[in-house]
């Protein structure tokens, strides 16, 4: 595969070794591939390393499959990273949501109004550099999220953030169906 588009390479897992090597094969074994934002953030092994681990950390968090792709599509959207637009359309139809559900999260929206809560905080959390407001607090709060689930939302954020910025500063090839930032999807 070609990634002479990318301003930072996505490094071949074939050709790689040490720590990469290990990393890149642990998320082939666990996905059945290895997306290429992984092969971009394996130029540094400590930075995969992190991402692989917050991000498997979460997966085990309290917020449910659908609301956290919700949230990755949101801030996909604020920070206009189509490659985790793209990842997350796909990733998020397989946790269940539809495409009236992505239409949503994309304008910061959910049909379930603890998942609504969830997304407005991020973009929240986003937009003010995590200057959050006593009011975005108390209507998160307020929609049933407890203190827990604010330090997830945080924590999803930072994770996202990480990966939106890497593929936008990168130019990482998108390996998905593509979907672009401010583009009405069809229904």
Request: charged share 20%; glycine share 10%.
């Amino acid at each position: 595969m070609d990634h002479s588009s990318s301003r930072i390479p996505a490094l071949d897992p074939a050709t790689t070794t040490g720590k990469a090597k290990d990393l890149l094969a642990a998320v082939q074994a666990k996905f059945g591939a290895t997306p290429n934002l992984f092969k971009v953030a394996a130029n540094a092994p400590a930075a995969l390393e992190g991402l692989i681990g917050l991000s498997g950390a979460l997966g085990g968090g309290t917020l449910p499959a659908k609301t956290r792709e919700s949230l990755a599509i949101a801030v996909a959207e604020v920070n206009g990273c189509d490659y985790c637009l793209s990842a997350h359309t796909l990733i998020g139809k397989g946790a269940g949501l539809s495409d009236a559900d992505i239409t949503l999260a994309r304008a910061g929206r959910a049909a379930d109004s603890k998942a609504e809560a969830a997304i407005a905080f991020a973009r929240a959390v986003v937009s003010r550099r995590g200057q959050v407001s006593d009011a975005d607090l108390s209507a998160a709060r307020a929609a049933g999220l407890d203190d827990g689930a604010l330090v997830e939302v945080v924590a999803h954020v930072a994770v996202n953030i990480f990966t939106n910025y890497l593929n936008n500063v990168a130019g990482t090839e998108i390996d998905f169906p593509v979907v672009r930032s401010g583009t009405p999807r069809a229904a």
